[in-house]
């Protein structure tokens, strides 16, 4: 199977599982049920939950139950989305290729159809079948942390917000995006690890690879914010530029930031060795972060 097969398959999945979690559309109040689903169901790559499914792969073959796990953090990068588009945020008219939630449905229902994916994404992780209840508890645990205020994903974007028209600095760009990128990205390998059964050293290796590979990930989303248009992204690009926000062609300009991204790729590929050829579609979905256009 070649990865964008993998890719499609695991996509495929992962919308199915989605599916069943979340409540039709018909289910009252319908409103916030089709904010939601809108959000939710428009064409992102999965890119998190189906790093949680290789990694759960890479520890133990045929992982099943692990898509449930998976789905709690596709749920919490959405939320975390539509309400980074908001007025009072990022004030973004286009994501994915369609308007903004709060385009679409105002910006109470917006509001909360965010608040309601975050809430639906702990229901998931504690009612799926497949896991003991010290499992579930503890992958509740690492989700909650990595969308968290310490050094989690909300941490990262008050520091994104205050860090606007300030001097862009390398501690300032690292203390952002190591948490608002980054530790989503970690815990998506640390949940599928620990879901699987994953032993200390394992899901030691695994962690690293989630570092290197959320740092690579948030240098190439800045670097196509510089480089290709809204139509290829999907979102509105240059904004980042527009907002004097800190990134990495803003602190250390377009070539060496390709270069630093070749740089975390290739640590992320020694991370894995323990792994064998188990990590092969880790280590192609490395290349698949970094090498992306879009």
């Known amino acids: 199977m070649t990865l964008r097969e993998y890719l499609a398959a695991r996509q495929r999945q992962i919308e199915a599982a989605l599916d069943a979690w979340v409540p039709p559309e018909t289910t009252p109040p319908e409103t916030i049920h089709r904010a939601m689903r809108y959000s939710l169901f428009a064409g992102g790559k999965r890119i998190r939950p189906i790093l ?15 898509e ?4 709690a953090l596709e749920l919490v990068h959405t939320y975390s989305l539509i309400h980074d588009d908001l007025p009072a945020l990022d004030n973004d008219a286009l994501r994915r290729g369609r308007p903004t939630a709060h385009i679409v449905f ?9 608040d309601s994916l975050l ?35 909300i ?7 205050e860090g606007e028209g300030k001097p862009p600095t390398p501690e300032l760009l690292e203390q952002i995006h190591r948490a608002k990128t980054g530790a989503l990205l970690r815990a998506s390998l640390r949940i599928g690890a620990i879901y699987a059964g994953a032993g200390e050293d394992e899901l030691e290796a695994l962690s ?15 670097l196509l914010d510089v480089e290709q248009t ?7 690009a240059g904004k980042d530029a527009a907002r004097q926000k800190i990134t990495f062609p803003a602190v250390y300009g377009v070539e ?18 323990p792994f064998g050829e188990r990590a092969r579609r880790l280590h192609e979905l490395a290349e698949f972060i970094v090498h992306r256009r879009a």
């Open 256 to 273: 060496r930031s390709h270069r630093m991204a070749e740089v975390e790729l290739e640590c992320a590929h020694r991370a894995l060795e």
């Open 68 to 71: 449930d796990a998976a789905c």
């Open 106 to 114: 105002g910006e109470a229902i917006a509001i909360l159809a965010g």
């Open 52 to 66: 949680c499914l290789a990694a759960a792969e890479a520890v133990r073959d045929d992982p099943a139950g692990v």
């Open 155 to 161: 941490a990262g974007q008050v520091h994104d917000l």
């Open 230 to 236: 809204s139509e290829k992204l999907g979102k509105t």
């Open 208 to 222: 690293r690879y989630g570092d290197h590979i959320g740092l690579a990930f948030q240098i190439v989303d800045d």
């Open 119 to 153: 809430t639906l994404a702990f229901q998931v992780l504690s009612e799926m079948n497949g896991a003991s209840a010290e499992c579930r508890l503890r992958l509740c645990r690492e989700l909650a942390t990595a969308a968290g205020t310490v050094g989690g994903m």
